[in-house]
């Protein structure tokens, strides 16, 4: 008796997993200009910061409210970012945000390549726009 919730647990997990990659496939997306539904996605382009052996994308959230992590992937020996969907909760509007970049084959990729930003337009294969790679300061104590 046990083995059939679990067998029917397992095929709705796989099932759902399979129809959630399939909407968050790597590939071009938002423009970074682009004010989907809400407003702006960014209030200045992200770009990638360098602290020590860690880098970062980073981003102030413009007026678009909802949360967003863009995607990332080694591309053609440059590390290309996408924002391909956004989720309709939370109020992130206007807050500063971050995301590690992790991975050798991509820390690699931008430090040979250079950072991306994958957009759309135009179809069908859209275009990369370049990210800006620099180097934190650190912060002194008062």
Not at 14 to 40: H, I, M, Q, S
Not at 72 to 99: I, K
Request: aromatic share 12%; hydrophobic share 45%.
């Amino acid at each position: 008796m046990t083995r059939t919730p679990f067998a029917g647990g397992l095929i709705a997990a796989l099932l759902l997993g399979g129809c959630v990659a399939l909407g968050w496939r790597f590939g071009p997306g938002f423009a970074l200009t682009d004010k989907p539904l809400d407003g702006a996605l960014f209030s200045a382009p992200p770009l990638v910061v360098q602290q020590g052996d860690d880098y970062r994308l980073t981003w102030t959230q413009g007026s678009y409210p909802y949360f967003f992590l863009p995607a990332y992937q080694a591309m053609d020996g440059r590390l290309v970012f996408a924002l391909v969907a956004a989720s309709s909760s939370g109020n992130l509007a206007g807050r500063r945000r971050e995301m590690k970049i992790e991975g050798v084959a991509n820390i690699q990729a931008l430090k040979r390549g250079g950072a991306y930003w994958w957009e759309r337009r135009p179809e069908p294969s859209g275009t990369f726009v370049p990210l800006r790679i620099v180097s934190s300061l650190p912060t002194l104590a008062p």
